[in-house]
Every structure is written in structure tokens, then in C-alpha cells.
């Protein structure tokens, strides 16, 4: 299995982005998939993830309210939408995917440790 990022780039405070991720190769069936991002010198964060069969969305407090996951069962695929950028936000983007159910629900989501399948990264800059 393998996900291929699109999307990222430079652009000014108060602009929007959307970030694109589809999964390819043998059968893929995800439990979560989602978006974690990381600035430099700093560690990996939980940005958003769905839960592929139910829908259901989780953010974390930094961008609940400016970014939007949405999937696309029919091409395997996972968006960001980013709005009301802000500096704060750049960062490397990582698309991940748990492909192994799990009862486990609320934190247990935004655990990169909980996530199988990761893609390649796409750089988010945005400038003040």
C-alpha cells in the first residue's frame, strides 16, 4: 500500500490550501485515515483524521474550525482543507492510514503510534 501526497506550497497568512492523499496498491481497506504535521525542531502532531466506514472526523484544538478532512471512499482518498492560515501552520504534512481495526476510540486516534501506512510528506509554508 502506498499514499501519494499532493497539494502544500508558500502562501501568505489568511490564505487557504487543500492537501490531497490517495491510497494505491493491493486492496486497501483503512480504519482511520488522517493528517499529522511537523515544524522543525519540533515532534510529530495530530492535525485531523476520519474514521473511513462511519465518517466521523477528530481535530485537534489548534485548527478545529479552520480544517476540514474529508475522504472520497470511491478513489481511496483523503483531503485537508486549510483556511485562515496562519504561520504557526507550517510545517511538513504527513497523510497516514490505520488499516487495522480497533476498538479503541478518542486519543487512541491521535496517536501517530497508531498509525501503519505514512506518505511522503508535502511542506506547508506560510508566510506573515
Known amino acids: 500500500v502506498h499514499l501519494e501526497q499532493s497539494g502544500g506550497g508558500l502562501v501568505q497568512a489568511g490564505a487557504s490550501l487543500t492537501l490531497s492523499c490517495a491510497a494505491s496498491?493491493?486492496?486497501?481497506?483503512?480504519?482511520?485515515m488522517g493528517w499529522f504535521r511537523q515544524a522543525p525542531g519540533k515532534e510529530r502532531e495530530f492535525v485531523a483524521t476520519v474514521r473511513w466506514s462511519a465518517g466521523s472526523t477528530y481535530y485537534a484544538d489548534s485548527v478545529k474550525g479552520r480544517f476540514t478532512i474529508s475522504r472520497d471512499n470511491a478513489k481511496n482518498a483523503v483531503y485537508l482543507q486549510m483556511n485562515s492560515l496562519k504561520p504557526e501552520d507550517t510545517a511538513i504534512y504527513y497523510c497516514?492510514?490505520?488499516?487495522?481495526?480497533?476498538?479503541?476510540?478518542?486519543?487512541?486516534?491521535?496517536?501517530?503510534?497508531?498509525?501503519?501506512?505514512w506518505g511522503q510528506g508535502t511542506q506547508v509554508t506560510v508566510s506573515s
Open positions: 497516514a492510514a490505520r488499516t487495522r481495526s480497533t476498538a479503541h476510540t478518542g486519543s487512541y486516534f491521535t496517536n501517530r503510534n497508531n498509525y501503519d501506512t
Open positions: 496498491g493491493r486492496t486497501f481497506t483503512a480504519f482511520l
